[in-house]
Nanobody, 119 residues
Framework: QVQVVESGGGLVQAGGSLRLSCVAS????????MAWFRQAPGKQRELVAH???????NYTDSVKGRFTISRDNPNNTVYLQMNKLKPEDTAVYYC?????????????WGQGTQVTVSS
């Protein structure tokens, strides 16, 4: 019963930047962790960045030093700042929430936002 709406994707050149936003609504009272995922055509969805309710963050190795996840808890909003984008970052990006700080049982998926990086 948690709904998320992602926005901010687009077409950028390699080396450029984008900031993605995710607004959560509905039954969000027990959500602790939020995360960004991405899925490229023909590939499995992967976890990109993760943040706990207290602000502790984790990133997949391929984006460390380039991406930053942050959250605005009062407004139920999560951001993903993406810098020095590479063509391999091209994917549909999704956000989601979890009842645990660290877990694998995520809420319902939204439609995502497309990020395309040209070379």
């Amino acid at each position: 019963q948690v709904q998320v709406v992602e926005s901010g994707g687009g077409l950028v050149q390699a080396g450029g930047s984008l900031r993605l936003s995710c607004v959560a609504s509905g039954s969000i009272f027990n959500i602790l962790a939020m995360a960004w995922f991405r899925q490229a055509p023909g590939k499995q969805r992967e976890l990109v960045a993760h943040i706990t309710s207290g602000g502790d963050t984790n990133y997949t190795d391929s984006v460390k030093g380039r991406f930053t996840i942050s959250r605005d808890n009062p407004n139920n909003t999560v951001y993903l700042q993406m810098n020095k984008l590479k063509p391999e970052d091209t994917a549909v990006y999704y956000c989601n929430g979890n009842l645990h700080q660290y877990g694998s049982n995520w809420e319902s998926w939204g439609q995502g936002t497309q990020v395309t990086v040209s070379s």
